[in-house]
Every structure is written in C-alpha cells, then in structure tokens.
C-alpha cells in the first residue's frame, strides 16, 4: 500500500461535513449519520493501515511526505504548503483520532438521536475530525497553525451545540476567545521563528544541524535568546488550547457541549493538541530553548496540582472530568519538560505513551458519563446514587476507565503514568513529589465520583434509570478494551524522540510510590463516600475558606471576568467610543460649525448697499492713510 | 476595447434605466446589465491570466490612449493589470449582489437604480485610468452619488450623514487635486508635463517635492480609507446609508483609497513614502487597534460593521506602508477580503432590519431559530472577519502578517505585533454580536412569524459567500497575480 492513500483519511470527513452541512434540510437522518460515521470507519481503517504499513513493514522510522502542494507563497522562501507529514508521532495520533473518532461517531447515533440539529452535530464533527488530523499531519508550521484554528471554531460550534442555551453560547464564546488570545501569542512566535529561520517548514525547522537554528540562539532580545522567546511564545499557543494554567479557564465550562464532544475534542484529541505541538516542536526546545522546555515542566506540574485539587471539590461530573484532562495533560506536559533527547528521552516518550492510553479511558470516562447523562437528565453527581443497579454494563466500563485513570496495573494508565514518574524522578524531586501526589489525589477524585455515582443510597429519579442501547454501549466497551490493554504496548520501541527504539523499564521504586499513593486515594475515597458519610462534610467546614476557594476554582475566573469586563470594556473601549464620537467626531462638526459661523458673520459685508461699500471704502482708505502719516514720521 | 466596455455597459444601463416604465423594468435592466458587467469581468480575467501565461510581461495590459486635452496633456489612458483586474472582480461582484439586495426598494426606484450603477461606473474608471486627472474625474464621479443616495433614500439623520461624509470626501478631494496638480508641475516627460502614471513613475521627483506632495496624496486618498483620524465620516454614513450603499461604499469605495495610496503615492513617490511611512504606520496601527477596541462598546449593527471597517481598511494601509511584496501584496487581498465580506455583512444587515425593524444587537436574539439562512449566513461573515483558515480574511491578513514582519527594522515588527493584537479583539466582538443576535431565546415573540431569505436575497448572500470561501480555500492565482504587478510598483 502505498502511503498517498493518506490524503482519503482527511478528505473523506471533509466530504461528510460539506455534504452533511450543504444537504442538510434533505437528508435524513439516519442516512446522514452512517455517512458520517461510515466514513469515519473508512478513514480508521486507513489509519491502522497507514499505522501498520509505517511501523511494521520498514526498517527505519523516517519522516516521508507522501503529499504536498504549494498553497500560498509570501516570499521566495516562505510559503504555507498543505501536505502530509508521516512519522512516528503524527502516525500514532493518526489512529487515536480515527479511533476515538470512529467511537464516538457510533456513540453519538445512539446518544443524539431525535436531537433536532443531528445532521449538523454530524456535520460539524466530521469538520472536527478534519481539522484534527489536518493538525497532526501537518507538514509546517502554518500549515498546523490553519488546522489549529479550524479545530478551534469546530470546537466553537460544537460547545455552542445548543445555541438556545445562554450558558452554552457564553461558553463556546469563552473557549474561543482564550484560545484566540493564545493564539495570538502562537502566531507572533511563528513569525519570529520563520523571521530568522526563512522557512515553516518542520523537516527543516526539527533538524538538530540547522545552521539557521542554531545561528539563532545567539541573537538576544531582552536577555533572552530570541529562539526560547519564540519557543515560549509557541509554546503559549499549545498551553492554551490544552488548558494549561493559566489559560484554562475555558475547559471547564466546554463541558455545555452534548457530553460525546466533550469525550472526543475536550478530552481525547484537541486538547492534547498544545502537547503534540510541543513533541512535534521538540528537537528545537531540547536543543536551543532549554529555558522554553523548563517553562513547559513548570506550567505542566503546575497545571498538574492546581487542576487535581480542584476535581476533588466539584460536584458537576463532567466538570470533575474536565479538571481531570486538565490534570492529566499537565502530566504529559510534564513529561515533556523534563525530557532529554535521543537515549535520555523517557520523557518524551512517556508523554506520547500517556497521550495515547489517556486518549482511551478518558473518552470512556466521558463515554460513561455521557450513558449517565442520557438516563438521568442531570449532571450533579449529589443527585445521583446505587447506579450500579440500573446500568451494570456502564458501571463496568465506568470502574474499567476509573482504574486507568488512578494507575492501579495491569490497566493502560499504570504504565504511561509510570514512565512519566520515572523520567520526573530522574529530573527533579520536586516536579516527582507534585506527580505522585497528584496521583494520589486522581485515585481520590475519580473513585469519588464512582462512589457516589454508582453506590451510596438509592435517589428517587423522575423516570427509572435504564442501560443505555447498543449503540452506545459498544464504543464504550470497545474503549474499556483499549484501556484495560493498550498499557502493554511497549511504546519506546515506536515512539521516542529520535525515532530510535528507547527500551523502557518499569521502575520498580517508582511504581510502588505511584501504586501506594492510588491505593490510598482510593481508600480514603471508599471510607468517605462508599456509603454516606458526615466526614467530607466535617473536613470541608474545618478548612473552611479554603474549601471555597477551591470550590470557587482559586477565583479565576472572576479575574478574568474583572479583566474583562472592568478593565478592557469599560476603562478602554467605552472611552475610545466615546472619544471618537465626542472628541474627533466632535472636532470635524466644530470644523463644519465653525465655517458656518464665520460665513454668516462675515456675509454682512456683502449686504449689496452702495452707501454701505462705500463707508466701508471710505473708512480703509481713512484707516491707510492715518498708517501711512503715522509710519512715516 | 475589452476594458472601455467595461464602463460603457454600466453607464449605458444607468442610461436605460432612467427610460424604464416602472420597478420591475428598472430592477430587470439593472439586474442584467450587472450581470453582464460580472461575465465581462470574469472574461478579462480570463484573458488577462492567458495573456500572462503566453508570456505577456508588459506593465500594463489591454491598454490604449484616447487623446482628449492636449494642450494640458490629459488624455483617457487606460490599461489594467493585476491588482486592477483583481478590484474590477471585486466591484462587479459587489454591484452585482448590491441590485439583489436593493430588490425592495420602491420609492424612486428608477434614479436610485441609476445612480447606484453611475457610482459603479465611476469605480470601474477608476480602476481602468492610468492618467491621473481623468481617474481623479472617475474618483469624483463614483463619490458624488453618495451624497444623493444618502440624502434621498437613507434612514435616520441622512441630511446630516450625507453632507458630512460628503464634505469629509471632499476636503479629501482638495488635497488630492493640490497634489495631483503638484505632481503634474513636476513632470518632465519628453520636455513637457504628464499626467499618465506610467510616465511619471519613471521621473525621479526631487526630495523637496516628495515631501510635500506624498502627504498629500496620502491623506486625500487616506481618508476615503478610513485613515485615523479621518474615519468619522464612515459610522454616520453607514448608519444612514441604504443597503446597497452601504455594500458599495464599504465594499468598493473605501478600497479606492488603498488603491490610489498604492498606485499614486507610493508608486510615484517611493523616497518619501520611505522616509515618511512611520508617522502614517502609526496612525494606521491606531486605527487597526482603536477601530477594533472601539466596536467593542458599540450596540448598532451599522455602527459596529463601521468601525470594524475602520480596523481592517487601517490594515490595508498599515501593511502597504511597510513597502514590501508580499505585505502589499496581503494589503490588495484584504482590500477584496474585505470588500466581500463587509458587503456581505451590511447586505445581511439590510435583511435582518428589514425583517426585525431594529439594528440594535440586544434587542434581537435568537435568530438562528427563525431565520437560519440569514443566520448562517452571518455566522460566516463573521468567521470570515475574524480570519478564520478557509475563507478570504485569513489568507489576506496572514500575508499582511508575515509581510509586514519580514520588515528588518525593529519598529516595524514591534508595530507589527501590535497590529497582530487586533486579531483577539476582532473574535471578541464578532462573537458577542453572532451570540447576542442569532443565539440564545427568541427575544421577541414576534420574531417567530418572520419569513427567511427570499431568492434575490439568497442570490446575493450565495454570491458573496461563494467569492469569499473561493479566495479562502483557493488563494494562489489571485495572490500570483497581485505578486507580479507589485514587482513594478515597488521597485
């Protein structure tokens, strides 16, 4: 097979979303959502082709370019091309987003059906899917930076699904703009690296000898290196998009989108978009940027706590699960700040691994929520109780994404979690205590949440909770395979910063620290939650302020609102309207007023009365010669 | 011949137009000769992209001279190349969709017709003239209109409105003239004064000279372009202006400043243009920033297309003061982007009031309900301003964007970035409208009886959209041969 049948996985949901988008007062539903998601099998199966082809049948894992064209030339070097680029990162994102994709496309059937906006929910994921693998395959940065925003404004539509909801259209509206405003800083980094690079492209960019690179550590700006202000301010465009402190304040309140867009773009794939962008920047951060990649670890362990200790106080179960991602990213981010290059890149690849098996169980996670949702009509994990009785298959699946998360072997977050600990410890104990701890306080959270979800006391629900149907039912089973085995794959061997095989080792001390910590979380969860209890109440009321801090998310969002709002609306742009009105504006008219006035002051003089000239007349020539006496003598 | 058609076919049916019996023939006349004058712009497309790729490399093609004052050495010079031909394209489309969005026009259907396709006239001249007195003749015509279409047929304070955009222009004018008149008394082409562009841009014009002149022309034609702090004509005119006036002003009129500060200023003064650009890339970079902060707490629809106009028309400027390719180049791609989609949001903008009765964004809501084509319509408008990959802004502000960095010195990209900014507030604003109008619950139970989008509208938003995503999805040929024009200009 050879590698040009790529192009059909991206052209394939961008068909679906056209025609789905141009077709859809015509099509019927059913029609419309098994081309969506019958094109979506297609791409998969394409991509483990691709996947299979790449990683088993040739020796060496080397970028290829099985496609390009020349798309808008600036200069004689810069220009954007659209293309394909094959290696082993954009590969393995290739099958997770095919995959998750094709899961929540099936799930989504079952989860939407009778939604009066169906064809266009279809439509406007199949443009995510498009966007998304665009972003992955992307051959330069401008080309990634396109698909960037195209997945932003897929995400938009889609958190705005239910665009007669305030909450929803004010969150969509939030996600965009903070993305935006990282953006912002994304694009000046672009700028400033192709500048003095000349070029976009990543072949070029990512090779360890550029001249140019290299060349350009040595020009400063403001004490740094303009290389790590370019690389940080890249790096700005990845931390908002995945999330990171502090930019994350969009994430949480996505969670107004239908719950299967949660699970695929605020959880599996866009999010980790900012990670990916890191890996795929990352020979230039390892080599030139060190600064830029210090910052990486820092937001990310940051990221990593602040996001834990909130999921512990919510109370919304799709919020908990969005602080979770945010968590579980700055894990990822984490990983990637303190990897080394070639044979010290554990990091690098545990980040990757993490990506990958994180993409699985958190798509389940939102996947089971999702079946939650769906029966019950509410969010509110108080409200909720003894699911386990009405919904056995979800509750299964439900514990199967639970112990992933939490990192109890043999399921998949054990071993990606346990590399990223390993290259945490071999870096620094401080980023290594922050990681265990977090992994402790993930195993409280998430089985929080599956206490009292799936146990405690019985609720009287409006209608008897039912198990969701079939359709729903097999992604997530498919899912909670995935999660329960993709731990074993031996992940250095495909993915590792050089693209050489990078063995991995369980490290033993670390992997009973990280299983201790889970295992406790887990036990303080069951004492406090398995049945009910006065303790969590006895502990919140104890710490007091605190709590609601937490609760209240460290009160963030009200900066941001005061920012906004106090700041930037009412100091900056209400004066700049009025000023343009009463100052400018009012500058042009006192033109206008003052010609009038003039003219009609001085109009007397043509009054057309003889006797008046010739006063007039007679009064200058008085006048000039009373001068002319006068400056003589 | 190709090119004199072009304004024969307008102003023949302006013409025509003035003998129709009643509305239905004057919108039939008008509909048909815009299409004509569409067809004919897509063919000199069409034979100006052959002539090219024969090898053709000449400055200027399709051009002649028609003798007409000898004595003061005015002549009709005409010619076009690729940015000429590219706003050609532009205004057609524009014309063409402003006579489907005035299809409910029913008060002196017959004169506003005509006077809306002698202002078209008037731009397409424009574009074709290579001597300077006759484009400032055609400059004058396409702007005179204006005033009787705003004054006659606007809404709201349109006396006011009319004669302040008016007296703005033509103060505007005044300068132009003074410096057109100086550009001429310094010409010696062959022993005598010249008006004709191509002449002229061979004459090395002293220093002293440049200096005064370059401003001046700058200014008169900045402020059609909306350049700070010459933009307060262009709320008020919207505001009062008509649908289709209000497409053409913003969509085609504004452009002419770009494009004379383009071909005249910089083209003829290139020095001063270099040793002056700062003081103008900082009036520009304000009205970029200002312009975008300012629609922020603006609550009128027209008010706030107005101002965001203001902001991207500053960037046309903005980036042609950076004097290189490729920034020029996303200057003449803004100017269309641009032109599309602000024609697109004021002819939606006609529509939505014409349905609702009211252009104040928070007394609206929910429209998406009701009126989904509009609705959809308007979403993309909106992505399109605020640049996303796919349709036209994006392509043009990019170029812009990478251009103007391309700049070596410090103070350019530093300004550059700054400008860049504008690309969060333009989001923050496009949202809050397309949130506040089409979004969330029907405000007014009314609303649910409205009716969506006739056929001419559907006609005239389809037409906009399909230009607008053509350019997005397909930028090269139109970004080629703005490219290979610009290596004359800016030599």
Known sequence: ?633 | MLLISLIVIPALTALAVMFARNAQQVKTLSATGMSIQLIQSFYLLYEFLKERSAGNSETVLFGNRLEWYPSLHISFDYGVDGISVAMILLTSIVIFTGVFASWEVKDQAKEFFASLIILATGVFGFFISLDLFVMFLFFELAVIPMYLLIGIWGSGKKEYSAMKLTLMLMAGSALLVVGILGIYFHSDVNGSHSFNIIDLANQNFPMEMQRIFFPLTFIGFGVIGALFPFHTWSPDGHSSAPTAVSMLHAGVLMKLGGYGCLKVAIYLMPQAANEMAWIFLILTSISVIYGALGVIAQTDLKYINAYSSVSHCGLVLFALLMLNKTASNGAVLQMISHGLMTALFFALIGMLYSRTHTRIVHEMGGLMKVLPFLSVCYVIAGLASLGLPGLSGFVAEMTIFVGAFQHPDMFHRVITIIAISSIVVTAVYILRVVGGLLMGPIKNEEYNNLKDATWYERLATVTLIAAIVIIGIAPLWLSDIIMESLGVILR
């Open chain 1, 1 to 633: 097979m050879s590698y040009s049948v790529t192009i059909f996985i991206l052209i394939l949901p961008l068909t679906v979303f056209v025609l789905n988008g141009l077709l859809s007062n015509k099509l019927s539903h059913r029609l419309a959502g098994w081309l969506a998601t019958g094109s979506m099998g297609i791409a998969t199966v394409l991509a483990w082709l691709t996947a299979y082809n790449y990683f088993f049948q040739s020796s060496s894992y080397e970028k290829l370019i099985p496609f390009q064209i020349t798309w808008l030339r600036f200069t004689e070097t810069l220009q954007i091309d659209m293309g394909i680029l094959l290696d082993p990162i954009s590969v393995m994102m290739l099958v997770v987003i095919t995959t998750v994709s094709l899961m929540v496309f099936l799930y989504s059937m079952g989860y939407m059906q009778g939604e009066k906006g169906f064809i266009r929910y279809f439509s406007f994921l199949s443009l995510f899917s498009f966007s998304m693998l665009g972003l992955v395959v992307a051959t330069n940065l401008f080309q990634l930076y396109m698909f960037w925003e195209l997945v932003g404004v897929s995400s938009y539509l889609l958190i705005g699904y239910y665009y007669d909801k305030p909450e929803a259209v004010a969150a969509a509206k939030k996600a965009f703009i903070v993305t935006r405003f990282a953006d912002f800083g994304f694009l000046v980094g672009i700028l400033l690296l192709s500048y003095y690079t000349g070029t976009f492209d990543f072949t070029k960019i990512t090779n360890p000898e550029n001249a140019a690179i290299a060349g350009m550590t040595g020009i400063s700006f403001m004490g740094l290196s303009v290389l790590t202000l370019a690389l940080t301010l890249i790096f700005m465009g990845g931390a908002g998009k995945s999330a990171m402190f502090p930019l994350h304040i969009w994430l949480p309140d996505a969670m107004e989108g239908p719950t299967p867009v949660s699970a695929l773009i605020h959880a599996a794939t866009m999010v980790v978009a900012g990670v990916f962008l890191v890996a795929r920047m990352f020979p230039v951060f390892s080599f030139h940027a060190p600064e830029a990649l210090d910052a990486v670890a820092f937001i990310g362990a940051f990221t990593l706590l602040f996001a834990a200790i909130i999921a512990c106080t919510q109370t919304d179960i799709k919020r908990i699960l969005a602080f979770s991602t945010m968590s579980q990213i700055g894990y990822m981010m984490l990983a990637l700040g303190v990897s080394g290059y070639g044979s010290e890149g554990l990091g690098f690849t545990a980040s990757m691994f993490h990506l990958f098996t994180h993409a699985f169980f958190k798509a389940l996670l939102f996947l089971g929520a999702g079946s939650i949702i769906h029966a019950l009509h509410k969010n509110d994990i108080r409200e909720m109780g003894n699911l386990r009785k009405h919904q056995p298959i979800t509750h299964i699946v439900f514990l199967i994404a639970c112990l992933a998360i939490a990192g109890i072997p043999p399921f998949a977050g054990f071993f990606s979690k346990d590399e990223i600990l390993s290259a945490a410890f071999a870096s620094n104990p401080i980023y290594f205590g922050i990681a265990a701890l977090a992994a402790g306080l993930t195993a409280f959270y998430m089985f929080r949440l599956y206490f009292l979800v799936f146990w405690g006391n019985e609720r009287t629900y409006e209608h008897s909770p039912h198990e969701s149907p079939v359709l729903m039912l097999i992604p997530m089973i498919v899912l909670a395979i995935g999660s329960i085995f993709t731990g074993f794959i031996p992940f250095g061997n495909f993915v590792s910063s050089d693209s050489q095989p990078l063995q991995a080792h369980l490290n033993v001390t670390v992997a009973i620290i990280s299983v201790m910590m889970a295992i406790l979380g887990i036990t303080v969860a069951w004492i406090f939650y398995k049945k009910e209890s006065l303790l969590p109440e006895k502990i919140s009321n104890m710490s007091g302020a605190l709590y609601h801090t937490v609760v209240r998310k460290f009160y963030i969002d009200e900066i941001y609102l005061f920012i906004t709002r106090k700041i930037i609306f009412n100091l900056i742009s209400r004066p700049i309207a009025w000023f343009d009105r009463h100052i400018i504006d009012a500058f042009m008219d006192f033109t206008a007023t003052a010609t009038n006035w003039v003219s009609k002051e001085i109009k007397g003089l043509q009054s057309g009365q003889l006797q008046h000239y010739g006063y007039i007349f007679l009064s200058g020539v008085i006048l000039i010669v009373l001068v002319m006496i006068f400056t003589n003598t």
